[in-house]
């Protein structure tokens, strides 16, 4: 005769279960998955930094042995004017490229958020650009603003304006490479905001407008206060990524004319690769980490305190 035993109740731990199954299983899975992350990580990111704070110690061309020359990189750079001036530089980027930035693409997400016709091809429109590489988008502007065949100034002429040479004048080099930048992120960064904004719910809006609340108070009021969380990660990588810039400035003017468009990081790179100064250079990149480590706490610090999470 064959006696069948009942069945464990749900939650109950039975002595036959496999080795290696439940919360350890999921472990090992998610330490599994995580694993190539987690590699990268530690050789392409940790690994690096460690070996340009050792390096920012050393006098090293490359050629002989490096030696130990403790803080004299950093004091050696800011000895003369070029680090501070490139500082400048890229700051007056920063200040040219963020605001304008947002503000298109926070204004684009309300644009695109509303039921207009073709709205799906409108936003894929506006993200078309970011797909493309920066070196290509400079090759691309540096045709627009050529001052004998470029795009810009042909136009201009047609309307009797004499466009001037814009990537050549000390005055409108920098905003050039800055609307450059603009045209290719603001619809990357549209992205973000149109998600927090269709993340906010209507009936904030429905009572709003019983109330007798206007278009203004309900975006001042509303709108804004509930994208703060969305404005703080626009912001944070805006700012990140414009202290970083390199490539854009690379191809358009080279640090010039003169040096007003003399980033940092062109700076950094001139250092080591043109001049083979890797102490200097690295003692540079320690110095523009702690620049973009203090913006980024103090907006963190900023957004803190005002920024609404909760949105039931």
Same mark, same amino acid.
């Given at each position: 005769?064959?006696?069948?035993?009942?069945?464990?109740?749900?939650?109950?731990?039975?002595?036959?279960?496999?080795?290696?199954?439940?919360?350890?299983?999921?472990?090992?899975?998610?330490?599994?998955?995580?694993?190539?992350?987690?590699?990268?990580?530690?050789?392409?990111?940790?690994?690096?930094?460690?070996? /340009?704070?050792?390096?920012?110690?050393?006098?090293?061309?490359?050629?002989?042995?490096?030696?130990?020359?403790?803080?004299?990189?950093?004091?050696?750079?800011?000895?003369?004017?070029?680090?501070?001036?490139?500082?400048?530089?890229?700051?007056?980027?920063?200040?040219?490229?963020?605001?304008?930035?947002?503000?298109?693409?926070?204004?684009?997400?309300?644009?695109?958020?509303?039921?207009?016709?073709?709205?799906?091809?409108?936003?894929?429109?506006?993200?078309?650009?970011?797909?493309?590489?920066? /070196?290509?988008?400079?090759?691309?502007?540096?045709?627009?603003?050529?001052?004998?065949?470029?795009?810009?100034?042909?136009?201009?002429?047609?309307?009797?304006?004499?466009?001037?040479?814009?990537?050549?004048?000390?005055?409108?080099?920098?905003?050039?490479?800055?609307?450059?930048?603009?045209?290719?992120?603001?619809?990357?960064?549209?992205?973000?905001?149109?998600?927090?904004?269709?993340?906010?719910?209507?009936?904030?809006?429905?009572?709003?407008?019983?109330?007798?609340?206007?278009?203004?108070?309900?975006?001042?009021?509303?709108?804004?206060?509930?994208?703060?969380?969305?404005?703080?990660?626009?912001?944070?990588?805006?700012?990140?990524?414009?202290?970083?810039?390199?490539?854009?400035?690379?191809?358009?003017?080279?640090?010039?004319?003169?040096?007003?468009?003399?980033?940092?990081?062109?700076?950094?790179?001139?250092?080591?690769?043109?001049?083979?100064?890797?102490?200097?250079?690295?003692?540079?990149?320690?110095?523009?980490?702690?620049?973009?480590?203090?913006?980024?706490?103090?907006?963190?610090?900023?957004?803190?305190?005002?920024?609404?999470?909760?949105?039931?």
């Amino acid at each position: 005769m064959t006696t069948i035993a009942p069945p464990a109740a749900a939650g109950t731990a039975t002595s036959d279960r496999p080795a290696g199954s439940g919360p350890q299983r999921k472990t090992g899975l998610a330490m599994l998955f995580l694993a190539p992350s987690l590699i990268g990580v530690i050789f392409f990111l940790l690994i690096p930094v460690v070996l /340009v704070i050792i390096l920012s110690f050393v006098k090293w061309d490359l050629l002989r042995p490096a030696k130990f020359v403790g803080f004299s990189n950093y004091l050696n750079i800011f000895k003369y004017d070029h680090m501070a001036h490139s500082l400048l530089v890229t700051l007056y980027y920063v200040v040219l490229n963020i605001p304008i930035q947002t503000a298109i693409a926070l204004g684009l997400a309300i644009l695109l958020n509303r039921h207009l016709p073709a709205t799906g091809l409108l936003r894929v429109i506006c993200v078309l650009p970011f797909l493309a590489t920066p /070196v290509a988008m400079a090759v691309v502007w540096n045709w627009f603003f050529d001052p004998n065949t470029g795009a810009i100034n042909t136009l201009l002429s047609l309307v009797g304006i004499h466009g001037p040479a814009w990537l050549a004048s000390t005055a409108t080099a920098m905003p050039v490479i800055a609307f450059a930048n603009i045209w290719q992120y603001a619809g990357y960064n549209m992205l973000f905001f149109l998600a927090g904004l269709q993340a906010i719910p209507n009936h904030l809006y429905e009572a709003a407008r019983v109330d007798g609340a206007s278009k203004i108070q309900q975006f001042t009021r509303i709108t804004l206060p509930l994208l703060r969380p969305t404005m703080l990660f626009v912001l944070v990588t805006g700012v990140i990524g414009s202290f970083q810039v390199f490539d854009m400035v690379f191809v358009l003017t080279q640090g010039g004319p003169g040096y007003a468009t003399q980033v940092v990081n062109l700076q950094i790179y001139q250092s080591a690769f043109v001049a083979f100064n890797i102490g200097d250079a690295s003692a540079m990149s320690v110095i523009l980490f702690l620049i973009i480590l203090a913006f980024t706490v103090a907006q963190f610090a900023y957004f803190r305190r005002r920024t609404v999470y909760e949105m039931t």
